[in-house]
């Protein structure tokens, strides 16, 4: 194999198809990457046997075909510390040459004929969504993934297309996040790991395009493809909570309250509480009136912020970190918060949009 390509733009395929090497490996090829140059195209691949990705990318000249596998680490921080320009690439057998100016690396890599296959999808299954609009889902609701939990299907995001309407859903027990979008397919769901997720997220923008993102699912595996960039991961499996019973309720109490606002006050109160959280904060609306006290070992706090409030008088204590990570995610100016009692599920939405919906759980004020 021989190749030359602009040093940036290896660089940045190898930062991001290095996320899915394993760290540690008992088949040493998955700490790596495979190098593939084929038909005037190089593809670099990360495969940990649950997440895989693929970077497609040009080179400036291709000069012979094939394949070898290095280190994910080593080979991306020699890349990373070239000269800018051009890198010159070239394997024979399994040593690597890497040269740029009068920088010469020589490092020994691993035949490709060892590194495992990415399983190839059908495209029986497959729809697509938005770039914008994708991120944006799981910006949303990624927040309420479970980090650890005795059902590993809620250490995902839930997919789930009904009447052409996509609903992504997360879940961790104390708190749910929901964003609803149209698409045009119908009757599908599935879960994703929050590591894809993660991983996948950071490679769309933000800024509204025509580019669209292909999901396709395949038995217990889905594949993300955005032109020149691909992830394929593991589905998780399991029965995952019915949100929609919990989200669903008939308020008997509703404020409208500015998002900011609110989200500055529970701010300060997190500044007194030193056990990660744990000490509620108490919230009484009543009034057009919101009363926000909080007492710890620390110290203690009061705030008070006009709202619009109908219903009778409620006291109600939650995690305030939980319900910052709403307001914040709700993504507006105003929002419409619901309750039936001090006890039962908060539901936090935008004003003048349905298309997402928080639940944060209340907690017993001792």
Sequence with gaps: ?????????????????????????????????????????????????????????SPTEAIEDGEIVVNAKIFGEMIRKMPSGEVEISSEGDNVTIKSGSVVYNVVGVSGDNYPNIPELKKDITFYVDESVMKSMIRQTIHAVALTDIKPVHMGSKFHIENNI????????????????????????????????????????????????????????????????????????GNFIDYDKIMNFEEKMTAIVNAVDFSTS???????????????????????????????????????????????????????????????????????????GALFPIRIRPMNDDSFVGIVLPVRNK
């Design 1 to 57: 194999m021989k190749f030359s390509i602009d040093r940036s733009v290896l660089s940045d395929a190898l930062v991001n198809a290095s996320k899915a090497s394993a760290v540690r490996s008992t088949i040493p090829a998955l700490e790596g990457v495979l190098i593939n140059l084929k038909d005037n195209v190089i593809t670099i691949t990360g495969y940990d046997l649950e997440l895989g990705i693929k970077c497609i990318v």
């Design 166 to 237: 996509l609903s992504v859903v997360s879940v961790d027990g104390v708190r749910m996040a929901k964003r609803v979008e149209p698409v045009e397919y119908n009757d599908i769901d599935f879960v994703v790991p929050k590591k894809t997720l993660d991983e996948f997220m950071k490679m769309l923008s933000d800024e509204p395009n025509e580019k669209k993102i292909s999901v396709c699912i395949d038995r217990n595996q889905i594949c993300f493809s955005k032109e020149d960039y691909i992830i394929i991961s593991r589905l998780l499996e």
């Design 266 to 340: 529970l701010d300060r109160t997190l500044l007194l509480n030193t056990d990660k959280y744990k000490c509620p904060v108490i919230c009484v609306f009543e009034n057009d009136e919101l009363h926000i006290d909080i007492k710890t070992s620390v110290g203690k706090m009061s705030d008070v912020i006009p709202i619009k409030y109908s219903g009778e008088k409620l006291e109600i204590a939650f995690n305030a970190k939980y319900m910052i990570d709403a307001l914040k995610n709700s993504e507006c100016d105003e929002v419409r918060i619901d309750f039936t």
